[in-house]
């Protein structure tokens, strides 16, 4: 796969950091969901790219949304999106965001603890609750439950504290860990949601809901389930666990699924330079500004404008701040002759980019282009990248 010429102009006549997103794959990737996951109903994960354009696209396709903060919540509700269509999320919320969630019409609020039901309680009596289970994350670059999420056992002691309270105990959520790459994580989650079914209903509880949250990864280096294989083992482990109820509602919560290869990362390369024995690269995006994963390691594929193809040798690439922390890789294979001025791609960058940055040092950081917008005068095949 290559990038496309189109991009390649776009990134020759406009300053960077932007990132160039194209609605059309955001949209083939909720049908992926819709059409695979039995039943399922999508929560788009806001955090991951809050953009109001990519925003309107979910709802205008039926999409509903995972919200973490009450400024998530008054973006969608200024875009006219009902509070029906939310989900409150994060298992550490403000009292007084609650009482607002609840007030605009949100009903979905996640929990794990005692102390947040009890919030939950005061301030949205009677609302509708589902318990975070944590996992392992075994086979994940970034496993969410040393955070959120709960033991089996502390799940089932919350189920009954919920009824207690006067809330409705709808169902289980969990998270299998952000890029997920075992496709049998969801199995083993959901056959752990089912003991929790089951002891619910044993307890005279009705449980209808799981949510599956998020985890289906995005290709990067490694090679990763598709959608329609992790669909298989959901769909197969929902009917093969659950079979002593009607079949449960599935919520699922896809961020970086749903927009990291919708996106590419243009940045431009300020200073080369010699120190040590090293050879630094230095760009105008970095980790306060768009590639702020990387700290994570996590490795996207790195692409210089006109010099794919030249011979490689090893860098340290670095962002434009006056902090050292401002590195985005240790070392990392670039082509030998990079030099100042050289367009450098950041490839399925679509995910947490537009969202992850500040304005540390003055400098700004990366803006969103729509392929859409600037396509009109092309043709209309027109994509971020061809094969």
């Known amino acids: 796969m290559d990038i496309s010429e189109r991009v390649r102009e776009i990134a020759r006549s406009n300053e960077s950091p932007f990132v160039v997103m194209d609605l059309d794959i955001i949209e083939d990737n909720y049908n992926q969901l819709i059409n695979n ?13 809050s953009h109001p354009k990519i925003i309107k696209r979910l709802y205008d396709l039926g ?7 009450r400024g998530e919540i008054e973006l969608l509700l200024s875009m006219g999106i009902p509070g029906s269509r939310l989900s409150f999320g994060n298992t550490i919320k403000k ?25 939950i309680a005061r301030n949205a009596p009677g609302a509708q609750v589902y318990l975070r289970l944590a996992m392992n994350g075994s086979d994940s670059d970034w496993p969410l439950s040393r955070k959120f999420g709960t033991n089996i056992d502390h799940v089932k002691k919350l189920v009954i504290y919920a009824r207690d309270l006067g809330l409705a105990p709808i169902g289980v959520s969990f998270h299998v860990g952000s890029q997920c790459y075992d496709k049998y994580s969801w199995k083993d989650a959901l056959m752990q949601v089912a003991d929790i079914f089951w002891f619910a209903k044993l307890e005279g509880i009705k449980m209808t809901t799981i949510n599956l949250g998020g985890g289906i990864p995005v290709k990067y280096v490694r090679d990763i389930p598709t959608v329609s294989e992790i669909a298989d083992v959901i769909n197969e482990s929902v009917d093969e666990y659950f079979n002593f109820m009607e079949r449960p509602v599935l919520f699922i919560e896809p961020g970086r699924s749903m927009v990291g290869n919708a996106g590419i990362l243009v940045s431009r390369v300020l200073l080369r330079s010699s120190k040590e024995k090293k050879e630094w690269v230095y760009i105008d995006a970095g980790v306060y500004h768009g590639l702020m994963e990387t700290i994570e390691n996590l490795r996207y594929r790195i692409v210089v404008d006109g010099k794919d193809d030249h011979p490689k040798k090893t860098f340290t690439l670095a962002g434009p701040t006056c902090d050292s922390i401002d590195v985005v890789y240790d070392e990392v294979e670039l082509p030998e002759d990079i030099t100042m001025g050289d367009i450098v791609y950041f490839l399925n960058a679509g995910a947490y980019t537009l969202d992850y940055k500040t304005h540390f040092n003055g400098i700004e950081g990366p803006y969103a282009i729509f392929l859409d917008e600037v396509a009109a005068e092309s043709a209309p095949s027109a994509h971020l990248a061809q094969e």
């Open 37 to 49: 996951i039995n039943g399922v109903r999508v929560f788009y994960a806001v955090k991951a790219n």
């Open 63 to 69: 999409s509903s949304f995972d919200v973490a903060s």
């Open 95 to 119: 009292e007084a965001d609650i009482r607002f969630a609840y007030n605009k019409g949100i009903n979905y609020f996640a929990a794990d603890a005692e102390m947040e039901l009890e919030k």
